[in-house]
């Protein structure tokens, strides 16, 4: 064959292709959106969370903190983790949050943001109150900082990673946590 024909043939699979992935990647989207399903990697096999058994998902993670509430919608993980007591310092209160950021992008492929909010439980007054929130995008996430906020200890988290994580601090956190 000459080489006029390989030079087209190879136009023609160029072009079939930039109409195709694009397509494809339509397809993969809607398909998830329809279904709303994610595939977990854990120990070589998988796990598909949806509503139905999102929190058995999470309560496998070895979270030290209770799950308080959990919700899944359009790749935005809401997880509230309850703070009970006063035998808790903020290096285990990071600890699992960043497990939480664990859970969410790394053993995860369509976690697109994780809503997470540390409250504190109080069950004889039956209030909850907000201690600490965040608004972690997968596009904004990386292990360095997950790993900083895991080894962070008990003192005020640095504004780089309050910043990059959107992490909110109520009044309380700092009076009960933070201030001696």
Do not use: C
């Not at 808790?88 to 943001?113: K, W």
């Amino acid at each position: 064959m000459n080489r006029a024909w390989w030079i087209g043939a190879a136009a023609l699979m160029a072009a079939a292709s930039a109409a195709v992935l694009p397509k494809l990647a339509d397809l993969d989207a809607a398909v998830r959106q329809q279904y709303g399903t994610v595939e977990v990697f854990t120990d070589g096999s998988y796990t598909v969370l949806e509503d139905d058994n999102l929190v058995d998902a999470l309560g496998a993670y070895p979270f030290t903190l209770a799950i308080g509430s959990a919700g899944w919608k359009n790749g935005v993980l809401s997880l509230d983790l309850k703070v009970t007591g006063n035998d808790h310092e903020p290096a285990e209160l990071y600890r699992n949050m960043a497990g939480a950021i664990s859970f969410a992008f790394e053993e995860t492929d369509n976690v697109n943001q994780l809503l997470l909010r540390l409250v504190a439980d109080d069950k004889w007054l039956g209030t909850r109150r907000l201690l600490l929130a965040a608004d972690i995008r997968r596009g904004e996430w990386t292990k360095t900082l997950q790993e900083e906020l895991a080894a962070a200890g008990n003192v005020r988290l640095p504004e780089r990673l309050k910043t990059r994580f959107r992490i909110s601090e109520s009044e309380l956190w700092i009076n009960q946590f933070i201030s001696p």
